[in-house]
């Protein structure tokens, strides 16, 4: 197959680099093409002498960058091409910014944008202001960004920071693992190895663990009671008034209630809990 791509200088030679435009083809369905180009890692191009070649080859990561047109009429984004001497088969080797473009990065910036009707998505990165961030603005509609970690054995997904860790969501946050929670504040000040004053929780199908010096409750002021002790203490007053007797006519004789009394014995499980401990 002969290309003839480019323009004809003197002697009749090709131009061996040229700018061509992403363009579709009259044949085929887009959807259909464009799906073909990324699996291939070709596209075709309009070039500026009016000639089309179809599915040239095109260096797979820049098929990240290109553009391709909304009709066939339209042309797509400018490309850079070489072409391989021996078979006179141009190659698209980059995109060109059109005139109308205009570059928001400075110095040191590294940054990848796409655009699509009203959605934008950009990745950018600074060692000189030492900061990256990953953005996803999906218009109208709703958004979406996943991290995933797979594999046939368990993985790990880490996040480290020198500082602060923030998440902010205008609804919901949702965590959901399949078995515990765990996290823990240590105290920077304690001698290394003395974990005496670390805060923990953990979580497990069916169970909570704290593990802390103090747990305090919407800045609550009044100490929490101890279950059992406090059921200890309730039965063994009421035992000792219920033993109680008084002074009548006829000798000592027991309160007349106290039958009454001993009966709330039996009520003093009612308020020990069966879902909260506590050992202090």
Same mark, same amino acid.
């Given at each position: 197959? +002969? ?11 090709? %131009?061996? =680099?040229?700018?061509?435009? =992403? ?24 070039? &500026?002498?009016?000639?089309?070649? #179809? ?24 490309? =850079?091409?070489?072409?391989? !001497? ?14 109308? @473009? =205009? ?6 910036? %590294?940054?990848?944008?796409?655009? %699509? ?11 000189? $202001? *030492? ?20 594999? &046939? ?21 949702? /965590? @959901? !693992?399949?078995?515990? /929670?765990?996290? $823990? ?6 001698? &290394?190895?003395?974990?005496? #004053?670390?805060?923990? /929780? &953990?979580? %497990?199908?069916? @169970? ?13 002021? @009044? ?8 059921? *200890? ?11 109680? $007797?008084?002074? +009548?006519?006829? *000798? ?11 009966? /709330? ?16």
């Amino acid at each position: 197959m +002969t290309y003839t791509l480019g323009r004809t200088p003197v002697f009749d030679l090709k %131009y061996t =680099v040229g700018i061509a435009y =992403v363009a579709l083809p009259t044949d085929v369905k887009r959807e259909d093409y464009i799906r073909d180009c990324y699996r291939n890692f070709t596209v075709s191009v309009w070039g &500026e002498d009016g000639s089309f070649m #179809n599915r040239l080859p095109v260096a797979p990561e820049l098929m990240n960058h290109l553009e391709f047109p909304a009709e066939a009429s339209q042309l797509g984004s400018p490309v =850079v091409y070489v072409t391989e !001497q021996s078979q006179s088969l141009p190659i698209v080797i980059a995109r060109f910014p059109l005139a109308s @473009e =205009v570059g928001d990065a400075q110095e040191w910036d %590294y940054k990848i944008s796409r655009t %699509y009707d009203d959605a934008h998505m950009d990745f950018f990165g600074s060692p000189k $202001t *030492g900061s990256m961030m990953l953005s996803v603005d999906a218009g109208k509609k709703a958004g979406a960004m996943m991290l995933k970690v797979n594999g &046939e054995q368990d993985g790990q997904l880490s996040l480290a920071a020198k500082g602060s860790i923030s998440c902010q969501a205008t609804e919901s946050t949702a /965590f @959901e !693992q399949q078995q515990a /929670f765990r996290t $823990t504040t240590t105290d920077r000040s304690a001698p &290394e190895g003395d974990d005496s #004053n670390d805060a923990r /929780f &953990e979580q %497990y199908p069916g @169970e909570h663990h704290f593990k802390n010096k103090r747990f305090i409750i919407n800045k609550g002021e @009044e100490p929490m009671v101890l279950g059992k002790k406090l059921k *200890g203490f309730l039965s063994d007053l009421i035992d000792e008034i219920s033993k109680a $007797t008084v002074t +009548t006519a006829i *000798g000592q004789q027991p309160l007349l209630n106290a039958a009454q009394i001993a009966a /709330f014995k039996k009520r003093t499980d009612e308020f020990v809990s069966i879902v909260g401990f506590i050992n202090e």
